[in-house]
């Protein structure tokens, strides 16, 4: 069974602070991926990388960086938290190259900006 | 015109009824559909990838009519437990997927 873990389910974090946000897959993915879900707009894809130190830009890559070093691992990084980055933040990962092979999520990770 | 919607709901059926969503999509070549579900608070669930032959899965069925560009989802003899958002997803070519906003279902006694 897939297994992508995020390390924190809750996290409070105040304005201007340098937040990161870690996900780990243990299947082999090549593929991971950032989300964010907020009510009214479904999931909005961050980013994601389609091999280690790859990173591509999703919809909404403003104020957002990543790091793959390694290949079980996708970190999201909140160069200077602000509030309107308060989320639920939801990591995915799936196997091969193109999008036909489902993706599958980890927990998700609250995130509360003050 | 989104990506893909679908209708949010909520639909608020009784316990084993059937129930029907429809979703549809803007991107032709799109290449695979799925649908997911997602529990309040909790991270969106794989339940079935729709072919394009259309499958089943016990009282899931999937359909999809490239065509007309939409994809069904019927749940048969609904269970108190059924009760999710259900998230069409389609995936054109590429890596990214495009998620709808999810349909509401409550499945009552």
């Known amino acids: 069974d897939v297994k992508v873990t995020q390390s924190s389910r809750y996290l409070v974090k105040r304005t201007g602070e340098k937040v990161f946000l870690e996900c780990v897959q243990d299947?082999?993915?090549?593929?991971m991926f950032w989300y964010r879900q907020d009510p009214g707009l479904g999931l909005r894809l961050i980013y994601f990388?389609?091999?280690?130190?790859?990173?591509e830009k999703g919809d909404i890559p403003e104020g957002y960086s990543v790091s793959r070093e390694k290949k079980e691992r996708f970190s999201l990084i909140l160069e200077s938290a602000s509030t309107n980055q308060t989320s639920m933040y939801l990591c995915?990962?799936?196997?091969?190259?193109?999008?036909?092979?489902?993706?599958?999520f980890g927990d998700g990770t609250r995130l509360s900006i003050l | 015109r989104k990506e893909v919607e679908q209708d949010p709901g909520p639909f608020n059926v009784p316990e084993g009824a059937t129930v029907a969503f429809n979703c549809t999509y803007s991107?032709?070549?799109?290449?695979?559909f799925f649908w997911y579900r997602q529990d309040c608070r909790k991270e969106p669930k794989l339940l079935m990838s729709?072919?394009?032959s259309g499958n089943e899965d016990g009282r899931f069925t999937a359909q999809l009519n490239r065509a007309s560009q939409y994809i069904s989802l019927l749940i048969r003899d609904s269970k108190l437990s059924d009760s999710a958002t259900y998230l069409c997803?389609?995936?054109?070519?590429?890596?990214?997927?495009?998620f709808g906003k999810g349909t509401s279902l409550l499945v009552t006694p």
């Open positions: 990388s389609y091999d280690v130190k790859m990173k």
């Open positions: 729709v072919y394009s």
């Open positions: 299947m082999d993915h090549e593929n």
């Open positions: 995915a990962s799936n196997s091969g190259t193109g999008s036909n092979q489902p993706q599958h």
């Open positions: 991107n032709s070549a799109s290449q695979s």
């Open positions: 997803v389609v995936a054109p070519s590429g890596y990214a997927l495009n």
